[in-house]
Structure formats: structure tokens, C-alpha cells
């Protein structure tokens, strides 16, 4: 081959493969809650848009299925979700999907991930509120993204699954800038939270253990073992008495459910109320939403807890 030709070759052959690599169709993923669509989106970006079932103040705990976004599940290449334990409205719909589509479900398939148990305390409701996983992995507590730490396991799982289909490079790049990230967010939410580590405060329904736990928080105790039934009398009876014994400072409603009665009981217990928001309700879908997610509350225990 003479040189001019050659090169020209190489170009011809250069250009057809980017074209190819840039033609791979974008997956269309479908992602079940606020958080993980926002981990979804930050490693899709400009490689394509994931699509969020439970928007806004709505509760993955008691969601109805629209068909549209039934119709956008048996359409999808990934559906990706926590698991049966979190969001039970989607156990049935993932259950019968055409084999072609991968479903992710992060409680049960994520390597690395770190998995808590629902406390001891919560048992009996937890019984209730939550259904229960494969033989083995009973009460796991499925809100697993509550720690940075578990969010850089997911984002790693998610990317190995979708370099399935193509973008390689573009892809490994925003998990790298994602991953960065997640660990900046740790460091400065331990930093910002180190100063109220020991102030207990009680929280409206059983999701904070991971976010406890990363941060070595003083949870005194939970309004509602079950989000969608009130507490028993019983049971706040016994809260009354953990707060007093603990010297809880600050009671936290969440927007999904609960504010009238945090409202109250704050003012009956002489407690500052706070609002604490695990799937962020207020905050814009995509790929900023987990760190404006956890900031946020991170803000928000700060605020509260402060002397
Ligand atoms: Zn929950």
C-alpha cells in the first residue's frame, strides 16, 4: 500500500468504527426511585436519559402503577430497582417481563454492597411494611442508598451492566467522575455532621439505619414502624419514654407521610421538628439529585441537632 493511501485507510477505517461505536442505540433504562435514577443518569450521560417511575412526594412504599409506565417497563433494555422490599408495587410487573429485558435488582445483585437488617425494635412491623426476599435475606432494610459508600457499589454495578451496549469510553469516564464524587460527598457529610454525632433525635419511619451507621448518628427511636399505618398507642408510649431516657433533641417528619403527627408530638415533647427527605421530593430529577439528595439531609440534621 503506498503511505497517502494508507493513511487515507486508516482514517476510513478510524472514522467507520466511531461512527459505529457512536451509532450503538442508546439503552433504554427505567429506574424505579429519585436516587438511583439520579446514580443512572450521572453514568448515562450523554450516552442516554433513564426514565424515574415515583416522582415527587409520592412513596415507593405505596405507589400505583400508571400503564404508561407499565408500557415503558416492557419496552426497556434495564429495569433497574431496589427489590420487593422497597418498592412492592413492582413485584408483580417485573415478575412477568420479557425475557429480553434485564432487571437489576440492587438489594440482592449488587457486589460489594453493604446490607443491614431492620433493628430488633421494628421487627414485628417490618413484618408488615415490608415484604420479605429470598429464603436467607429476610428483613434486610432495603434503603440501601443511604450511604455514599453503598451509592459507589451501585454506580459500579449499574456501569458493568450498562457497557452491555456500547460507549465504553464515555461511560467509564462518567462512572470515574461519579465514583470521585460519592467520596467527596462522604467526606464532607462526616465532616459536617461530626459536630451533632451526639445529639439522639427520632425519625418518622425505619429507612436510616445505613445513613446512622456511615455516620455514627445517636437514633433514638421511629414514630411509625409501618409508614402507612399510624403507631400504635402502645408504641408511642414507648417513644416518649426512649426520648426522655436518651434526651432526644429533634424529631424529623419526612414528605411523603407523617408531618401532622411530628408536628404534634414535637410540641407535646418540647422537641425542635425538622423534615428529613431519604427519596428528595423537592429536589429536580438527574444526575445531581443523589448529591442534592444527601446533602440535603445532611443539612437538614445539622440545622436541627446545632446547639
Ligand atoms: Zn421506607
Known amino acids: 500500500m503506498r503511505p497517502v ?3 487515507a485507510f486508516g482514517v476510513a477505517l478510524a472514522w467507520c468504527l466511531g461512527f459505529g461505536s457512536a451509532m450503538a442505540a442508546p439503552p433504554l433504562v427505567v429506574v424505579s426511585i429519585k436516587p438511583i435514577h439520579s446514580l443512572a443518569a450521572s453514568l448515562l450521560e450523554g450516552i442516554a436519559e433513564p ?3 415515583v416522582d415527587g412526594a409520592q412513596s415507593p412504599h405505596s405507589f400505583a402503577m400508571r400503564p404508561s409506565s407499565s408500557r415503558a417497563l416492557n419496552n426497556a433494555d434495564v429495569v433497574v430497582w431496589i427489590g420487593p422490599e422497597l418498592e412492592g408495587f413492582l413485584a408483580k410487573s417485573v415478575s412477568v417481563l420479557p425475557d429480553q429485558v434485564r432487571v437489576v435488582s440492587l438489594l440482592h445483585d449488587t457486589p460489594g454492597l453493604e446490607r443491614l437488617h431492620l433493628d430488633e425494635d421494628d421487627h414485628d412491623a417490618a413484618h408488615d411494611h415490608h415484604n420479605h ?4 435475606e429476610e428483613d434486610l432494610d432495603p434503603h440501601i442508598w443511604l450511604s455514599p459508600a453503598n451509592a459507589r457499589a451501585i454506580a459500579a454495578h449499574l456501569a458493568d451492566v450498562f457497557s452491555a451496549f456500547g460507549n465504553a469510553d464515555r461511560l467509564s469516564a462518567n462512572a470515574e467522575a461519579l465514583d470521585r464524587q460519592l467520596a467527596e460527598l462522604d467526606r464532607t457529610i462526616a465532616q459536617q455532621l461530626a459536630a451533632v454525632s451526639e445529639r439522639p433525635f427520632v425519625v418518622l419511619h425505619p429507612a436510616y439505619n445505613y445513613w446512622v451507621k456511615a455516620y455514627g448518628l445517636q437514633q433514638a427511636g421511629v414514630i411509625s414502624p409501618n409508614p402507612e399505618q399510624g403507631a400504635s398507642a402502645s408504641h408511642i408510649a414507648d417513644l416518649r419514654q426512649s426520648i426522655a431516657k436518651q434526651s432526644a433533641f429533634c ?3 419526612e414528605p411523603q407521610f407523617g408531618n401532622r403527627k411530628v408536628q404534634a408530638l414535637a410540641q407535646q415533647l418540647n422537641l425542635r421538628a425538622g423534615i428529613l427527605d ?4 423537592d429536589i429536580a430529577a438527574g444526575p445531581k439529585a443523589y448529591l442534592a439528595i444527601l446533602g440535603a439531609m445532611a443539612a437538614a440534621l445539622s440545622d436541627c441537632l446545632a446547639q
Open 5 to 7: 493511501f494508507r493513511l
Open 51 to 53: 426514565l424515574l417511575l
Open 278 to 281: 431519604p427519596l428528595g421530593a
Open 133 to 136: 426476599g429470598a429464603a436467607g
Open 251 to 253: 424529631i424529623f417528619a
